[in-house]
């Protein structure tokens, strides 16, 4: 029999897969996977600043090559646009078109659907509980 710890991480692992394929279930229609959503649900949260690829690889814990392949797939599109810096070419911008921008009512939506989904059953103050946990792990992960 596996230990308490072991069955945690196990069920973290499983909802996080099940998450992201109820999530690309939820926007086949769009044409969009839950990481595409992701990057252009931060670059909406962001759209006053500058954003590069190096943001978006460590807002979603992203590899570069995988955060380039969602650039280029985004911006093939028409969601996204990137440029390169200057002067420094090295550095990428990456924008919303306004196509991109038009997701957020869709995102913010579908957000709210799978919130309560997934909180279902739990009462306010299990919901609190639930978040402050959440941070203690997200904090934990990225540390």
């Known amino acids: 029999m596996e230990n308490r ?3 945690i991480i196990r069920m973290v692992w499983q909802l996080g897969n099940a998450l992201v394929k109820f999530r690309n279930q939820d ?3 769009y044409d969009l996977t839950s990481v595409q959503a992701e990057v252009i649900s931060f670059l909406i949260k962001n759209r006053d600043g500058q954003i590069n690829m190096q943001d978006l ?3 979603l814990m992203l590899t ?3 955060v380039i392949g969602i650039v280029k797939r985004l911006e093939s599109k028409g969601l996204i646009v990137s440029k390169k ?3 420094d070419a090295r550095c990428t911008y990456i924008r919303l078109t306004e196509n991109g921008a038009l997701f957020k009512n869709i995102l913010d939506r579908l957000a709210t659907e799978n ?3 997934l909180l279902r059953g739990m009462t306010d103050e299990e919901q609190k509980e639930f978040y402050r946990l959440l941070q203690i792990v997200q904090k934990n ?3």
Do not use: D, F, R, V
Request: avoid cysteine.
């Open 5 to 7: 710890e072991h069955q």
């Open 27 to 29: 926007l086949l229609g």
């Open 141 to 143: 992960i990225s540390s």
């Open 57 to 59: 690889q460590n807002n």
């Open 64 to 66: 570069h090559p995988t």
């Open 85 to 87: 810096g200057k002067p």
């Open 115 to 117: 919130a309560a989904i």
